[in-house]
């Protein structure tokens, strides 16, 4: 997706291993957390899904979790509070210590169609992997609401008596149901892309990224 490009100091800092974390240690669980997390709940949801599918298809039960509809509801519902918690601490933590603000903001049109087209050329560089470009803070503000929507439609799905007003905000059960499959699918999607990019990327950069 893109090609990325390091200074001579920071290719220098990396190959010495001096190279200092460029994400902060509560980032780096917390994200880690949360994908284990997801993980579980897309494995289990697809489990969930093939009971009752939405559309002409069904997952293969090697890659679902549960083994039945009863098994994969457990498995969700033990993933959804950690996934819950976890994401409750990370979102609080972002705003207060301003990391959201830092490093999401701003988001321009220009600025997303330019690197857009950069990165389809692959001329995108980075010379500071500390600072995102205008596609990454888009795909990761992004990716932060579908979070929030996944949970509340999954809440609207798993409660919509008791929760009748939020299932009537998504526009029904069904609706609901839609919601939170679509959701799901940009979650595996940006998923996917996040590893591909990370394996793609130089060793020693990863080493700078993670902290090793």
């Known amino acids: 997706m893109s090609s990325l490009t390091v200074s001579n100091e920071q290719a220098t800092s990396a190959t010495s291993g001096k190279a200092k974390a460029i994400q902060p240690a509560w980032v780096r669980i917390l994200h880690w957390v949360n994908a284990f997390a997801m993980i579980l709940m897309i494995m289990s949801g697809w489990q969930i899904y ?3 599918p939405l559309f002409d298809f069904t997952f293969s039960r090697t890659i679902t979790l549960g083994g039945w ?3 994969a509801l457990l498995w969700h519902f033990a993933a959804m509070w ?3 918690v976890n994401g409750l ?3 609080a933590l972002g705003f207060a210590t301003g990391r959201f603000r830092k ?3 701003p988001i321009t049109p220009e600025g997303v169609i ?3 087209k950069a990165a389809l050329t692959g001329k995108l560089s980075h010379d500071d992997l500390s600072k995102y470009n205008s596609v990454q803070k888009l795909l990761y503000a992004g990716v932060i609401v579908v979070g929030v929507l996944v949970v509340l439609s999954g809440l609207a799905i798993w409660k919509p008596v008791q929760l009748q007003w939020l299932t009537a905000l998504f526009g029904g059960y069904d609706a609901a149901r839609y919601v939170h499959f679509f959701c799901m699918a940009a979650i595996v999607a940006f998923m ?7 394996l793609i990327v130089p060793k020693s950069l990863r080493a700078m990224i993670i902290g090793r």
């Open 50 to 52: 093939n009971a009752h």
């Open 69 to 71: 509809l009863g098994g």
């Open 82 to 84: 950690l996934l819950m």
């Open 89 to 91: 601490i990370y979102l």
């Open 103 to 105: 490093k999401l903001l």
């Open 114 to 116: 330019s690197d857009t």
């Open 192 to 198: 996917v892309v996040h590893v591909v990019l990370a």
